[in-house]
Each structure stands twice: as C-alpha cells, then as structure tokens.
C-alpha cells in the first residue's frame, strides 16, 4: 500500500528546490504518491528556528490525507524525529537521512565553543546557503531554540528507517549511531531486530561487506531478511523500487555461505559507506 502522503523535509541552509527533494518529488509522482516539500527558510532564513519549523510542520500536517509519511534530511530529520513524538497520531513511519541530532548542541564538531560565543556576541553569523548560492545571516536565536529540544529524548515509536554515510563531513555517524541505538532499545524505544552496517569491498570478492549487530551489540553470524531489507525496498517503503536497479553482492561477516545476493537501488545521496538502521 503506497503512503497517503509524503512530506521531504529539507536540510538546513538548503530548500524546495534541492536535488533530493527533485529526486524524490518525481519518483513519487511517477507513482501516484502525493509529495509535498516545505520552504523552512520563510519567512525569512534569518530568523529561522526549530519552533517556527514545527509550527510550520503541524500547518502542513492540518492541510492534506493522513497518516503522513516523513523523509527528513539532515536538520529536517532531527525536525521529523521531534514531530513524530509531537505529532504521532498524524505520521505512521519515518525515513531519516543522516539526521542532525547534534546540530547547533555543545560539541558540535562544525560548531566550536569560540565560534558559540562568537555568534552569541554578534546577534548572528553567516552561513552559506545552498539554495540561495551564497551566504546568509542567522540570528542567535535559533542556537538558543535549538538547546530546547533533544532527539535522543523523543519518543519515537513509528517505523523508522535511517541512512548515514561513514564518512559524512557534516553529520558525525557515531552521534546518529548513538541515536539508533537509544530508539532500538525496546524497554524505552521502538525496538528493533538489529543494525546492519554496509561498507563497499575494494577486494572484487562482493560490491559490500555486511556486519549485523545484535540489539545486544553482540554480532551475528547471518541474517538473510536483514541483507534483503539492508537498503531502502519495496517492503520497507511500500512502493516499487525505482529505476535503475542494480544487482549486489554482499559478504557477510560470520557466515558459512560468504555471498548472498541482493537488489538495492543506487542512490547519489550517501556518502561512501552506508550504515542503515532498521526499527521495527
């Protein structure tokens, strides 16, 4: 069964109009899926905060079929992570892309303590905004919103499905790692079957090294639905994949049989490795 409906929600300093946001909307389209992608920067990016963009979030949920379902990168996935405990009634699963759920927190390896201080004497810093081409004032105020609301402390009980690059300039993967881990823990979160982790072989033996962890951080010896399921399909996602398909290889750790074969589509949006963590 498709989605009733999808909402993209956008990266920070980035909009509507960005190559993921194309790729998705015309995938949807082309099968029935209505798609819809918020501006966050309105009015204004300057005065953009985490609050006004689940404000602006609940309109979009109030106007269109529900339950919706959420695609957020990077700052739009810690905004669908927080709106999926706000909202729960109204979104029945998630798809997070290397969700920012340190973004603008202390520790921040994009964010140092004198750059802090420096943003909070000035009233606001420049960023460079890729919708936009160039860069673009943000005020204090949104640091300040930010500190409000934790990731880690949503109750996040829907389908959840999350991609992070290992190599990520941006989002750390150990921070999102950390993440998974807490909405995998079955007393307090979602629960989950496990984590598989994807990295690209350079040997020619297979296209990816497969290492599954247990919820108990234990690893295991094979798991053939988590290698069929390790990527974005037509059983997690609920629509045909898209086109072109390619056929994998993967080499899993532990395992008496060393290939077992798969199909993922390609994807231009991870970077490198790919850690995919699957809830429920």
């Known amino acids: 069964m498709n989605p009733a409906r999808v909402l993209y929600l956008h990266g920070f300093a980035s909009g509507p109009q960005s190559t993921k946001a ?41 106007h269109g079929p529900l339950p919706a379902t959420l695609i957020g990168s990077s700052l739009g996935g810690t905004l669908a992570i927080l709106a999926a405990d706000r909202f729960a009634s109204e979104i029945d699963r998630v798809v997070l892309l290397a969700p920012a759920v340190m973004f603008a927190k202390a520790g921040h390896h994009l964010l140092a303590p004198e750059r802090i201080e420096a943003w909070r004497r000035r ?28 990731a880690f402390g ?12 290992l190599r990520d300039a941006s989002v750390d993967y150990r921070t999102v790692e950390a993440f998974a881990s807490t909405i995998c823990e079955r007393h307090r979160g979602a629960g989950a079957d496990g984590i598989a982790i994807l990295e690209p072989l350079q040997s020619g033996e297979a296209d990816f090294f497969c290492e599954i962890v247990n919820p108990d951080g ?12 390790a990527a974005p399909r037509q059983s997690l996602l609920d629509f ?6 390619r056929q994998f290889r993967i080499v899993i750790q532990s395992c008496a049989c060393s290939h077992y074969d798969c199909h993922f589509f390609t994807s231009p949006f991870v970077n490198d490795a790919v850690g995919v963590f699957i809830t429920n």
Not at 22 to 37: D, I, L, T
Not at 130 to 145: H, I, Q, S, V, W
Not at 219 to 229: D, E, K, R
């Open 240 to 245: 045909p994949l898209p086109q072109p398909c």
């Open 123 to 150: 009233g606001s810093l420049p960023f460079f905004h890729y919708a936009y081409g160039e860069e673009r004032p943000l005020d204090f105020t949104f640091y300040e919103d930010s500190l409000r609301y934790d």
């Open 218 to 229: 234990s690893i295991a010896g094979f798991s053939g639905n988590t290698c069929f399921n």
């Open 22 to 62: 194309g790729y998705f909307a015309e995938r949807f389209r082309g099968h029935g899926v209505p798609f819809v992608c918020p501006d966050f920067n309105a009015p204004d990016f300057s005065t953009l905060t985490l609050t006004r963009m689940l404000d602006q979030l609940a309109g979009e949920l109030a």
């Open 154 to 165: 949503a109750a996040l009980t829907q389908p959840a499905l999350i991609l992070q690059g």
